[in-house]
């Protein structure tokens, strides 16, 4: 029970979960841009293994591993928001897909393919395949522009007295089922691919070898796949102001 232990056996529960944290922090590598240092995220997660191994409460009903799992991954992004390592160009290309496949799917009625996204933006397939990388990893923290005035904060509008948090409408059951939905329409190849990664685990490595294709066309994949579900959402969050 760590939440009763002494010092000796917190220490041999840091040293058992240690892994834990390396393969949290290359999984979530593989959606990172490359200015991101892996041993940054390492040390951050060690952080939140050891709040972990102090704070845990067996008589809440998680098991360990699950709430250590949280914890690390929470350190590890709260040291991504601090080193604001989005930049603006970052920002700005996966804004540019967002709006087109938005647009796309206003007109047609359906998910527009690659060639129809990179028309909508006027690039060749090519262009557009370098701008899926250089949006890489921008969609991980910014939840706020689901909302699609910039100068008003997705949160924000939720800031009311006697509003729902923030937090609480994200993991309420209608955000659920909007979220589900969302995945239901997206293309057969994506909606493995969303699977593999956030179901089973796995890396794009072990993702490209199943589906035949590089790693670097999955990390594609895995950017168009989630414009594709926050262009759905950006629809469910206005719906409910």
């Known amino acids: 029970m760590p939440g009763s232990t002494g010092s000796t056996d917190k220490d041999a529960l840091v040293r058992q979960y240690a892994p834990l944290v390396k393969r949290i922090a290359y999984h979530l590598m593989a959606r990172l841009p490359a200015s991101v240092e892996v041993d940054d995220l390492i040390q951050a997660g060690l952080i939140g293994l050891l709040n972990a191994v102090d704070r845990y409460d067996d008589s809440q009903g998680a098991n360990f591993e699950t709430y250590a799992s949280q914890r690390i991954r929470g350190a590890m992004l709260d040291e991504l928001r601090e080193a604001d390592w989005v930049s603006r160009g970052v920002r700005k290309s996966a804004r540019q897909i967002e709006v087109a496949i938005h647009a796309l799917q206003q007109r047609l009625g359906r998910q527009p393919t690659e060639q129809e996204i990179a028309d909508e933006l006027q690039l060749d397939i090519k262009t ?35 509003a729902l948090a923030p937090f609480d409408l994200l993991a309420g059951e209608r955000f659920r089922l909007a979220l589900v939905e969302a995945i239901g329409v997206l293309p057969e190849r994506e909606k493995l691919l969303m699977a593999m990664y956030y179901d089973q685990e796995l890396n794009f490595k072990e993702i490209g070898a199943v589906m035949g294709v590089s790693e670097s066309r999955v990390c594609q994949l895995h950017t168009q796949a989630v414009s594709r579900l926050r262009s759905c959402l950006k629809d469910w969050a206005q719906s409910s102001e």
């Open 128 to 162: 557009y395949y370098d701008l899926l990388n250089d949006a890489r990893g921008a969609q991980l923290v910014y939840y706020e522009d689901l909302h699609e005035l910039e100068s008003e904060e997705f949160f924000g509008r939720f800031a009311d007295e006697g």
